[in-house]
Every structure is written in C-alpha cells, then in structure tokens.
C-alpha cells in the first residue's frame, strides 16, 4: 500500500469480505449441525425437542454446563450415600439447564433416562460442535491478522528505504554545501591574505575586494538556508501570523525579484488585483515562499523565459497565487518528489543549480499556514486559463 489512508481502506474491505465469507460458513456450520448432530442430541437426551432455535451460544452455555454436570456426578459417586439424594437434585436440574440453553426454550422439556457415559458422551459431542463453529473463526482471525502484519511490514519496509533515500539525499547534499563552502572560503581566505600582505595591486584591490563580497554572500545564504530549514523543522518554531493584504505582500515580492528577473534577461509579467484581500500570514516567512518560487524560476530556467505571477479570487473563495514560466518541463520522475528535501533538478548533484531545500522549505511554509502547494504542467495547466500559455506553474491555494 501507497500510505495509510489505502492500507485503511484495504483492511476495511478485507474485513468486510471475510465477515461476508465468515457468516455463510458458519450459516452452513449450523445448519449441519441442526440437521446431523443435534437432531442425534435431541432424540438420545431430549425427546421430541425441536432443534431450530440452536444457536452457536447456547452450544457454548451447553458445553460449560455438561462440564459442571459431569463434576457433580463425580461428586455424586465419592460422596457418602446420605448426601446424594441432594445431589442428585442440583444434577437434574443443571440437565434442565444443558437442555434449556442447547435448544433456547423455556418451554417444559423431557429428558431421558442419562447415565455418566451419555454424559460424557454429550459434552465431547458438544465439544466437536464447539470446536466446529470456532475453526471458520479462528481461521479467519489469523488470515486477516497475517494480512494486516504483512501490509504493515510492507509499509515499514517502504518507510525505511524512504529514510534510507533521504539520508543519502541529505548526505550527498551536505557535503556539495559542504565543497560550495570551501571553495569559497578557500578564495576568500587567499584574496585576503593577498590584500594584507600587499601583495595585489592598487588598481586590482577593488576587483579582490568584489570577489570577497560575492563569495562572502553565496557562503552566507547557504548557511542561511540550511538554517531556516532547521529552525522550520523545529518543535518550538511558531508562526507570527497577522491579518495581512496578500495582494501587496506579492506585489513586494515581485518588486524585490524584479531586477534578478531583468538581469538574468527574463520577463516578468504581474496581474495582482487592485483591491486588499485579507489573509492570515506570517509575512516574514509567506513572503520567503513567494521569492523561492520566483527565484526558482530565474535559476533553473534560459535566458529568454516569460515568467508570471497572478493572483485570482475565484467563486468559492479560493485564493490562488501562480508563479509560472514557459521554461522547460520537470520530468515525471522529478515532479513526485519535487517538494521532497535535498531533492534537486539538476543531475550533477551541484549546488551551483541550488541547494534542493527551497522548495522544500517553501512547502513547510505553505503547509504550516494551512494553505496548500502543488507543481502543475503541461497539459493539466491548460485547466487554468490565467497560467494557460505556461508550460508549468506553482500553485499555491488559499481558503479564506
């Protein structure tokens, strides 16, 4: 099974399938029973008795009362003679109620003349029949119980190569943040120890001093991002939310990316409703997600791509937000685990494409605010006229 949710819906038609089977076969057991055995008990212990009232619970209240029968003649036979006249009374009494319980009447029932073997003989009768309405019960409990085992074992199988994925995701993904850190630090170091020792010349000092800059920012917002995905994945961390205008935290977003979006020669169309929609955010961190999925777009896409950011209102008050490009598609395979940590487009493994945690950490965010996110593609976007004309977008749904 897929995930819990299908493991539920299997079991539950597993166990209604087997009750199903179960009652025909103990319909099928009764009946036999009724017919053969029964009918056999009746004519040697309970003449003229009728024998279509049996039921499964009488048969069981029969067997423990034939048990208690069989200790009181016992008892019967050790004890001195004066006391067996009294215990003769409670026997033919607990024979009353063998017959009472096995044929489900209260109505005045004869038996015949018993003796210990018949006795003996009716309990071992009862205890075949017992064990004959039990079997189909005790079979159908260990074939369900070895269902569920196995489908739980194939969960936590899957579970565990899941964890396995992620670990040697997450352990490959650290040490290529770990070399995108030395590399720079290597030359950041280098170009330092050059400046101070007066080793670069004026006219190249403001060139070292560039790079430092640079080198400087990129070592920074890895160490960042690992950081934000650590503080999001964290017991303590709560959102700051506050009644906030979702039109303008976008409109910011687009002004902030603005300039990123030119210079990596990109366009960027905007249609963002005039008026204020109110929605409950954690700005800080909602407007993280807008600029990742912007900032995703630039990164992984070809000097020349169309991007677009919509905000729509439709009929059920559902409020959406679509970063798009006519970039190329994701492949199939990537698309499953899109959102997934340490999960990156780019086959090298490289950091150059991207740490594999923006959106990731994008996905928490959305998520944590009760909103929904998802990748959607050619020719399922064609469902959204707004995005139509894009080969993929990322929809985030908000429920006002």
Request: charged letters at 30%; hydrophobic letters at 40%; glycine letters at 6%.
């Given at each position: 099974m897929g995930n819990i949710s299908e493991l539920k819906s299997y079991i539950i038609k597993r166990f209604i399938a087997i009750i199903i089977i179960l009652s025909f076969v103990e319909y099928a057991n009764m009946s036999f029973i009724r017919r053969t055995v029964i009918s056999f008990v009746v004519k040697m212990f309970f003449e003229g008795q009728s024998v279509d009232d049996v039921t499964s619970y009488g048969i069981m209240i029969g067997m423990v009362l034939a048990i208690v029968l069989i200790v009181l003649e016992l008892l019967c036979m050790l004890l001195p003679k004066q006391i067996e006249p009294y215990i003769e009374g409670y026997i033919n009494q607990f024979r009353i109620y063998i017959a009472k319980a096995l044929l489900n009447s209260d109505s005045k029932i004869n038996i015949s003349n018993v003796t210990l073997k018949k006795e003996v003989l009716l309990l071992f009768i009862l205890?075949?029949?017992?064990?004959?309405?039990?079997?189909?019960?005790?079979?159908?409990?260990?074939?369900?119980?070895?269902?569920?085992?196995?489908?739980?074992?194939?969960?936590?199988?899957?579970?565990?190569?899941?964890?396995?994925?992620?670990?040697?995701?997450?352990?490959?993904?650290?040490?290529?943040?770990?070399?995108?850190?030395?590399?720079?630090?290597?030359?950041?170091?280098?170009?330092?120890?050059?400046?101070?020792?007066?080793?670069?010349?004026?006219?190249?000092?403001?060139?070292?001093?560039?790079?430092?800059?640079?080198?400087?920012?990129?070592?920074?917002?890895?160490?960042?991002?690992?950081?934000?995905?650590?503080?999001?994945?964290?017991?303590?961390?709560?959102?700051?939310?506050?009644?906030?205008?979702?039109?303008?935290?976008?409109?910011?977003?687009?002004?902030?990316?603005?300039?990123?979006?030119?210079?990596?020669?990109?366009?960027?169309?905007?249609?963002?409703?005039?008026?204020?929609?109110?929605?409950?955010?954690?700005?800080?961190?909602?407007?993280?997600?807008?600029?990742?999925?912007?900032?995703?777009?630039?990164?992984?896409?070809?000097?020349?791509?169309?991007?677009?950011?919509?905000?729509?209102?439709?009929?059920?008050?559902?409020?959406?937000?679509?970063?798009?490009?006519?970039?190329?598609?994701?492949?199939?395979?990537?698309?499953?685990?899109?959102?997934?940590?340490?999960?990156?487009?780019?086959?090298?493994?490289?950091?150059?494409?991207?740490?594999?945690?923006?959106?990731?950490?994008?996905k928490k965010i959305v998520e944590m605010h009760g909103f929904k996110i998802k990748l959607v593609q050619q020719p399922e976007i064609k469902n959204n006229p707004l995005v139509a004309k894009y080969q993929k977008a990322f929809i985030i749904t908000i429920k006002q």
């Open positions: 205890l075949g029949m017992f064990i004959l309405i039990m079997l189909p019960l005790i079979i159908a409990a260990l074939y369900f119980s070895s269902v569920v085992l196995k489908e739980f074992n194939a969960i936590e199988e899957a579970e565990k190569k899941k964890q396995e994925d992620y670990d040697k995701r997450r352990n490959l993904m650290l040490s290529d943040i770990a070399h995108d850190l030395r590399t720079p630090i290597t030359t950041v170091s280098g170009y330092a120890m050059a400046l101070s020792d007066g080793m670069v010349e004026e006219d190249k000092k403001q060139e070292y001093l560039d790079a430092i800059q640079a080198k400087s920012k990129r070592m920074s917002d890895l160490i960042n991002l690992l950081f934000d995905y650590v503080k999001l994945d964290s017991d303590g961390f709560t959102l700051a939310k506050e009644s906030y205008d979702v039109c303008e935290l976008v409109r910011e977003c687009a002004a902030f990316q603005y300039q990123d979006i030119e210079d990596a020669g990109m366009t960027l169309d905007v249609d963002i409703p005039e008026e204020v929609i109110k929605v409950e955010v954690d700005k800080l961190q909602f407007s993280r997600v807008v600029t990742n999925l912007l900032t995703n777009a630039v990164r992984h896409n070809k000097s020349g791509t169309d991007i677009g950011l919509y905000v729509n209102e439709d009929d059920d008050d559902k409020l959406r937000i679509m970063v798009a490009d006519n970039g190329d598609l994701i492949p199939e395979e990537q698309v499953v685990q899109i959102f997934d940590p340490f999960v990156m487009g780019d086959e090298s493994r490289s950091t150059k494409g991207g740490t594999g945690l923006g959106l990731s950490i994008s």
